[in-house]
């Protein structure tokens, strides 16, 4: 064993605030950490160390911090969320949750959703959530309705005209989709409300799937939403929970299915189950970021490789990763690679997310007009590439052939100058034909680092206008009692800390 650093850390048993060390053995990345009371805990964070190292090479970030603190440093994170004033992380979404109904009762549920609708907030609470992302948040603000499941709510347009009417930048809905999937009128009202995208809840291309999780078959209305959505001109981001025993195997169709449906599908999003609220008592189906990569590497019979996935744009080098994609009809043309090194820019962490949200994220736009002076610097920028030449200044391989970016540096595939049918189909290609495909690897009790959460970018409004990060929102105890969410409905169970 070789301890490799310390990290701030919690008991999964009562939450207190305790330190932890990580570690290598046998070439995997471990958190071990021991509460007085309650024992040691080790988890496993990483399968491979050098893939671990090589993401923390490939992450060089400025920041914003926060434009107002709302809360004071008492007791220290995870306990003084609001957010105070020793949050590193301006907001780059922020999740506003309208109701804890669902209609669904899935075996995974972050939320622990049920069928009670006593704690819904009302229109004034929610203006009051708006307001608070306003206040709290640089610009542009970008905010996600979320519960629960949204569409129960039959004032959801109303609640989405109201996030405009407050100034907000750009709104996603999280949704399972079931109510759009029957409901046009519902839609329509959604789209004419302003909604800029759907977040669609989508574990896989089999009815098995989901059999597994919810109990009811869903792939049908899956896409019957995608079709409606592009009839209606609304960009869709596909969003699989991952785990090994539920449909880690089905990843590859997942993104097969979504090349298929550019450019109403922007994204697909996988989120590795982590253990919070409800959830089985077993850990088998633990997925790690790399052991997803690898799966995807593998069933996309090597198209999407490992290394096409650079950290995202997120609070570390571990929260997530990413890979920007063109697809044609031989299938992927990924455009990002951790060989070309870090990823830096003058623009903040938090900005360049809001911006990559509602740039790739928020549909087909089939009235944009004509570009006027095409740049691939513009492209490449987006993709991650705009160092790659390691210049100073705004290169463009087709723009100024005196600052150009080496054609070695980007890949043959992606370089617009290589294009067989030139740069009118490259540029044609990215705004009609582009993919993104990312993870987040949402931390539970058992793999949280508190420098993690201090540097986090998603952050949930609280009906009485506290923004708190989202892995300390939905962190609960291994009896699934929450450290924040029960404030926001009575009925849920608390943990045993003096608050």
């Given amino acids: 064993m070789k301890q490799i650093g310390k990290v701030g850390t919690v008991c999964p048993e009562c939450l207190r605030s305790i330190e932890g060390i990580k570690f290598v053995e046998d070439g995997k990345v471990y958190i071990k950490k021991e509460c007085a009371e309650h024992g040691a805990f080790t988890t496993l964070i990483s399968k491979d160390i050098n893939h671990y190292l090589k993401m923390e090479e490939c992450f060089d970030v400025d920041r914003a911090r926060v434009k107002a603190p709302l809360t004071d440093v008492n007791k220290g994170c995870p306990h003084d969320c609001g957010i105070c004033p020793s949050h590193k992380q301006d907001t780059c979404l922020a999740v ?32 009051g959530m708006f307001e608070a ?155 790690t970021i790399l052991e997803l990569l690898e799966e995807i590497q593998s069933q996309t019979s090597g198209q999407l490789k490992v290394e096409n996935f650079t950290p995202s744009l997120m609070p570390t080098a571990h929260c997530g990763a990413t890979c920007l994609t063109l697809v044609d009809d031989s ?14 820019s003058k623009s903040d962490v938090a900005n360049k997310t809001k911006k990559s949200i509602m740039g790739r994220w928020k549909g087909s736009t089939p009235d944009l007009q004509p570009v006027t002076k095409p740049s691939c610097c513009d492209l490449l920028t987006k993709t991650a590439l705009s160092n790659a030449s390691k210049t100073e200044g705004t290169s463009s391989c087709c723009e100024d052939p005196k600052n150009t970016i080496p054609l070695e540096t980007i890949p043959m595939e992606s370089s617009c100058c290589r294009s067989s049918g030139g740069w009118a189909d490259f540029i044609e290609m990215s705004m009609n034909k582009y993919l993104t495909i990312s993870t987040m690897a949402f931390q539970d009790v058992w793999s949280f680092e508190k420098e993690r959460v201090e540097n986090c970018c998603i952050h949930v409004v609280t009906q009485d206008g506290k923004l708190i990060p989202f892995c300390n929102y939905n962190l609960s105890n291994c009896n699934g009692d929450f450290l924040y969410r029960s404030k926001n409905n009575k009925e849920n169970k608390t943990i045993g800390i003096e608050k």
């Fill in 331 to 344: 299938g992927f043309i990924p455009l990002t690679n951790v060989s070309m090194g870090a990823i830096k």
């Fill in 96 to 127: 506003v949750e309208v109701t804890d109904r669902c209609d669904l009762g899935c075996k995974y549920c972050f939320a622990d959703s049920t069928a009670d609708a006593s704690s819904d907030p009302d229109m004034d609470t929610i203006r």
């Fill in 133 to 287: 992302v306003k206040a709290c948040s640089n610009d542009p603000t970008c905010v996600q309705i979320s519960g629960g499941e949204p569409t129960l709510r039959n004032d959801l347009p109303e609640i989405i005209k109201l996030a405009k009417e407050v100034g907000i930048s750009h709104v996603e809905l999280n949704t399972n989709g079931r109510r759009i999937a029957r409901d046009q009128d519902y839609l329509d009202s959604i789209k004419e409300a302003g909604v800029d995208a759907i977040y669609l809840g989508f574990d896989g291309v089999s009815d098995d799937v989901y059999m597994q999780r919810t109990g009811k078959k869903l792939f049908d209305i899956k896409a019957k939403v995608i079709e409606r959505c592009e009839k209606a001109g609304i960009g869709v981001v596909l969003v699989p929970l991952v785990a090994k025993n539920y449909n880690l195997h089905e990843v590859g169709k997942i993104i097969e299915f979504a090349s298929k449906h550019v450019p109403t599908v922007r994204g697909v999003h996988f989120q590795p189950v982590f253990y919070s609220g409800r959830s089985p008592a077993e850990m088998e189906g633990r997925t």
